[in-house]
């Protein structure tokens, strides 16, 4: 038998644990993923979410542990997206008499789209008594569906967060307390960086609707829950959310005979020089999802490549793409583009145009070198970064 976990007195933790994902959505999740719900022994039992179709054995497991699941008589929904919601039809089945709500319009629309089942919606301000508890629901629409809400049980304290805060982190430990924090926040901000990241203007809109909760926990539907350090992932989510950058660089390549990864190595270390941690990156040996990691909360992102037949090399059109389609705000962010060729500076050109449609500042023209860079070539990098440097700190 699986164990649930009691997370709070009377509340348990009845999730998936999915060791072996290792990409979610085109980005990888190298540590798995739990799919967490979270089961309210109240006088009127309840469900909030479920998990992913493939964990619904585990997850149902869980919840037999502690009560027969035909029992449960409120199953809330805060998301409709398949690794939250997937074992919906397993709990309607074995629940029928459920009472199911989830986010009005959008939360209702895709339950019935996906799985034919005609559920109750509820909006901001509305809540549900069920019994010493009374849930209140917030709707925190494109945080990262149109049906995305959460759940608030002021009598725990507890924020059932959904995609907000959560992390793809499989571990039996429950708790950020119990982790090792450095590796839940990296987590936190690779989760943020590849999935919320597009939508800081929601993001904010829903910690506004939180705001003056008196937050003890917050359990989200992947990875640990917060209660040690609750403080410094809502301090982390309002920097990431205004799209807040260190002082720090990255520098991203792909070379075919090394020209290309010189000027990378020469842009890094002219940062290094200047008291800039820098990081190289070379986008043959590093996943677009681990960029976007660093890239986060930079605020000095050069990326190079040669050409190739009349265009940049696919990795580096690859990355651009993934990063354009994150939609980052670029406006405090510097900007450089760079490359060599042989007979065409057509590969560094498009560099520069899709970080220049991407509103970054950029620090200069476009710095293409035909061949070789010569020491002399070299020497200009370092001159262009620290110009660089010098203009966004004025």
């Not at 590093?286 to 890239?295: A, G, V």
């Amino acid at each position: 038998m699986l164990n649930a976990i009691e997370i709070s007195p009377k509340i348990w933790w009845v999730g998936g644990i999915d060791w072996n994902e290792r990409s979610f959505h085109g980005y990888t999740t190298e540590q798995g993923i739990t799919y967490n719900a979270y089961l309210i022994m109240d006088e009127t039992v309840t469900l909030i979410d479920t998990a992913k179709a493939t964990f619904t054995d585990e997850f149902v497991q869980r919840i037999s542990q502690i009560v027969d699941p035909a029992k449960i008589e409120l199953v809330v929904t805060n998301h409709v997206e398949m690794d939250h919601s997937g074992s919906l039809p397993k709990i309607h089945e074995l629940a029928p008499n459920a009472r199911i709500v989830a986010s009005a319009p959008a939360g209702v629309n895709e339950i019935r789209a996906h799985y034919g089942i005609e559920v109750e919606g509820v909006k901001t301000g509305d809540s549900i008594s069920i019994g010493a508890r009374t849930l209140h629901f917030v709707q925190t629409p494109m945080v990262h569906w149109p049906d995305n809400m959460v759940t608030w049980c002021p009598e725990d304290g507890i924020l059932f967060s959904n995609d907000a805060f959560g992390q793809h982190y499989a571990t039996t430990k429950r708790f950020d307390d119990e982790c090792d924090l450095c590796e839940v926040m990296k987590q936190a901000k690779k989760y943020y960086a590849n999935i919320v990241w597009p939508y800081g203007a929601q993001v904010q809109k829903a910690m506004a609707a939180l705001g003056g909760l008196d937050i003890k926990m917050i359990a989200p539907s992947h990875g640990v829950i917060w209660r040690s350090h609750i403080a410094e992932i809502l301090e982390k989510y309002q920097a990431w959310s205004t799209y807040q950058t260190e002082e720090k660089a990255v520098v991203v390549f792909d070379s075919m005979w090394h020209s290309t990864e010189a000027m990378a190595r020469e842009i890094t270390d002219a940062f290094i020089r200047e008291g800039v941690p820098a990081k190289l990156i070379d986008v043959k040996h590093t996943h677009i999802s681990d960029i976007m990691l660093e890239l986060c909360d930079a605020r000095y992102v050069a990326c190079g490549s040669p050409t190739l037949n009349s265009n940049m090399m696919p990795t580096m059109a690859s990355f651009l793409t993934y990063m354009r389609g994150l939609s980052p705000n670029n406006s405090q962010r510097t900007g450089i583009a760079f490359g060599s060729y042989g007979w065409a500076p057509l590969g560094p050109k498009q560099v520069f145009t899709e970080m220049e449609n991407m509103k970054f500042q950029m620090a200069s023209p476009v710095i293409a070198q035909q061949w070789i860079p010569s020491e002399e070539n070299l020497a200009a990098l370092q001159e262009t970064v620290v110009k660089a440097i010098e203009d966004a700190r004025a």
